[in-house]
């Protein structure tokens, strides 16, 4: 795709929306949108490369990201996908705007080859022939419009719709409705496959931190969400004192899943946000006697 010439900004949401970020995450913020938009799609989700579009230290981007990442939309699974409504949007006008223009500069040219062979323009030879297709047009926006009305129909609500319901209300309302990340629980699923318990460790969780965001939360797979949700878990296990439920490894995970997860850091560097903390950092989520057994370290 030919670059589009340049990138809209609309200054006064820009500001509103940054206002709380400091410097570095208000660059990256930008800087992440302006690779969409020079790109025409958004960029992958790997730490290395986005640390490069913002152009900040790894170890600096990855203590930004949580609060980069809230202004971009998440994908079905409610994980971040670094797509951003806006910078889509303009995308689509400005493609749309392009092609107008090069075909009414095709249409320019074919007319003036006409007219210098003495034949008649374009318009006039193809009237016949735009004739049925303004009809076809016509019948297809009659069926669109009746399939809209078909799907205005609004549908039966869902434990899902519930479960999103009580989310929300724990969060004190300061979600982005309607986003893909907050009508889609499969985080909040994964968390209590995990042994969490909606009651006594998500709600809390999710009560004493989402409310306090500068930012709406815009998915329930942040890790930050995540984290806080798992040290509630340990907080009540460790509570419970003594018995096999408290020595229970909230973190445990198959060792194969983990086995794959090493390799790919120690060949690539890569480590995916959902997966916690680093190898190489406090809180990491591999027991110990793996990371002694499995050794090495990521390849910088």
């Not at 799609?41 to 990201?65: K, T």
């Not at 496959?193 to 999710?206: F, N, Q, R």
């Not at 709406?216 to 003594?242: H, I, M, N, S, Y």
């Amino acid at each position: 795709m030919a670059q589009l010439p340049y990138m809209p900004l609309w200054v006064a949401e820009f500001l509103a929306d940054t206002q709380k970020l400091d410097d570095r995450a208000s660059w990256a913020y930008i800087a992440i949108c302006m690779d969409y938009w020079l790109n025409g799609e958004p960029p992958r989700d790997d730490d290395a490369e986005l640390a490069r579009i913002a152009r900040q230290p790894l170890s600096v981007w990855r203590r930004i990201r949580p609060t980069v990442e809230r202004f971009f939309d998440c994908d079905e699974n409610g994980f971040v996908s670094w797509r951003h409504g806006r910078v889509e949007a303009e995308l689509i006008k400005a493609k749309a705007k392009s092609e107008k223009r090069a075909e009414a500069g095709r249409a320019g040219g074919q007319a003036s080859r006409a007219r210098a062979r003495g034949s008649p323009p374009p318009a006039q030879a193809n009237a016949g022939a735009i004739a049925p297709r303004l009809l076809k047009q016509s019948e297809s926006e009659s069926e669109s419009k009746s399939i809209g009305r078909l799907d205005s129909v609004p549908r039966a609500r869902s434990d899902g719709d519930d479960l999103v319901d009580r989310l929300v209300a724990a969060a004190g309302g300061n979600v982005v409705n309607g986003s893909t990340g907050i009508e889609v629980v499969r985080p909040i699923l994964d968390l209590q496959a995990m042994g969490c318990d909606l009651e006594l460790d998500i709600l809390p969780a999710i009560k004493e931190t989402v409310p306090k965001l500068d930012a709406p939360l815009r998915t329930w797979g942040a890790r930050f969400v995540r984290d806080a949700v798992l040290a509630k878990q340990a907080a009540r296990l460790r509570g419970r004192g003594g018995g096999a439920a408290a020595k229970t490894d909230p973190y445990a995970k198959d060792e194969a899943m983990w086995g794959g997860w090493w390799k790919r850091w120690t060949a690539s560097g890569y480590w995916h946000a959902d997966w916690g903390a680093r190898p190489d950092c406090l809180g990491c989520r591999i027991p110990q006697h793996l990371r002694d057994q499995w050794g090495g370290g990521a390849k910088t």
